[in-house]
C-alpha cells in the first residue's frame, strides 16, 4: 500500500529565512505521481506541484523550490527567503498510476504547519 | 467561472440524522472525489467517481453514500450521522483523474455531529 509520511508537524521560522518540508513515500509501483498543495488559513486546498517517477529533474518556481530523490524515496519543498503569505498548511501526496481509468486515488500524508514570524 | 463549489459551509447535525454534502463543478471534470480531513490524520478519501454512473469507495467509505447521476453534481450522502463523522469535507475534481491533472478542491463544509 502506498503511504507519504511528513514527519515534521509544525514549523515555525522568522521571515526571510529558508525553510525545507520533507515529504517521505512509500510504493511499490514503478511509475507513481507526486503532489504538493497549500492549505492556507482560508482553508481550501491549493495545487503547487506534480511530478511523476520517471523525472528526477529537481525544480524551481519562484521562491519554491523542489527535490526529487528516487534513491531516498523523498519529494522535499523549499521556500527560499520565506514570507508571512507562506503560512499554511503543507501536503505531500502520493498517486500510484493504474491501468485502465488512469489513477483515482491520492494518498496524503498527515501535513506540515508552516508559520511564518514577522 | 465558479469551479467547485461545496454547499453547505457549515452544519451541525445530531447523532441519527441524514444529510446531504453538495458538490457541484462546472469544469465539465470527468473525476470527483471527496475527502475528510482530521486534526493529524491528513485527508483520507472517502469516495471517488471517475465519470457519471461510476463511483467507487476510497480509504474510509463507511457511513457514506454516494452517486453519480450527471457529470457537474457528485452529492455525499450520510444516512445516519455520528460523532465520529465530525470532520471538514473536502469536495475536489480533475479533468481525468488524480494521476492525470491537479485536483481542484471546494472550499470545504465543517460538519459537527452533536
Known amino acids: 500500500a502506498q503511504k507519504v509520511t511528513q514527519a515534521q508537524t509544525e514549523i515555525s521560522v522568522v521571515e526571510k529565512e529558508d525553510v525545507t518540508l520533507d515529504c517521505v513515500y512509500e510504493?511499490?509501483?514503478?511509475?507513481?505521481?507526486l503532489f504538493w498543495y497549500k492549505q492556507p488559513p482560508s482553508g481550501e486546498l491549493v495545487f503547487l506541484i506534480r511530478?511523476?517517477?520517471?523525472?528526477?529533474q529537481n525544480e524551481i518556481s519562484g521562491r519554491y523550490s523542489w527535490n526529487f530523490q528516487k534513491s531516498t524515496s523523498s519529494f522535499n519543498f523549499t521556500i527560499t527567503a520565506s514570507q508571512v503569505v507562506d503560512s499554511a498548511v503543507y501536503f505531500c501526496?502520493?498517486?500510484?498510476?493504474?491501468?485502465?481509468?488512469?489513477?483515482?486515488?491520492?494518498?496524503f500524508g498527515t501535513g506540515t504547519r508552516l508559520t511564518i514570524i514577522p | 467561472n465558479a469551479g467547485v463549489t461545496q454547499t453547505p459551509k457549515f452544519q451541525v447535525l445530531k447523532t441519527g440524522q441524514s444529510m446531504t454534502l453538495q458538490c457541484a463543478q462546472d469544469?465539465?471534470?470527468?473525476?470527483m472525489s471527496w475527502y475528510r480531513q482530521d486534526p493529524g490524520m491528513g485527508l483520507r478519501l472517502i469516495h471517488y467517481?471517475?465519470?457519471?454512473?461510476?463511483?467507487d469507495q476510497g480509504e474510509v467509505p463507511n457511513g457514506y453514500n454516494v452517486s453519480r447521476s450527471t457529470t457537474e453534481d457528485f452529492p455525499l450522502r450520510l444516512l445516519s450521522a455520528a460523532p465520529s463523522q465530525t470532520s471538514v469535507y473536502f469536495c475536489?475534481?480533475?479533468?481525468?483523474?488524480?494521476?492525470?491533472?491537479?485536483?481542484?478542491f471546494g472550499s470545504g463544509t465543517q460538519l459537527s455531529v452533536l
Open positions: 510504493t511499490r509501483d514503478t511509475t507513481y505521481y
Open positions: 469544469m465539465n471534470h470527468e473525476y
Open positions: 511530478r511523476n517517477s520517471f523525472d528526477e
Open positions: 467517481s471517475v465519470g457519471a454512473g461510476i463511483t
Open positions: 475536489a475534481s480533475s479533468l481525468e483523474g488524480a494521476t492525470n491533472e491537479k485536483l481542484f
Open positions: 501526496a502520493l498517486s500510484e498510476a493504474k491501468s485502465n481509468f488512469g489513477n483515482e486515488k491520492l494518498t
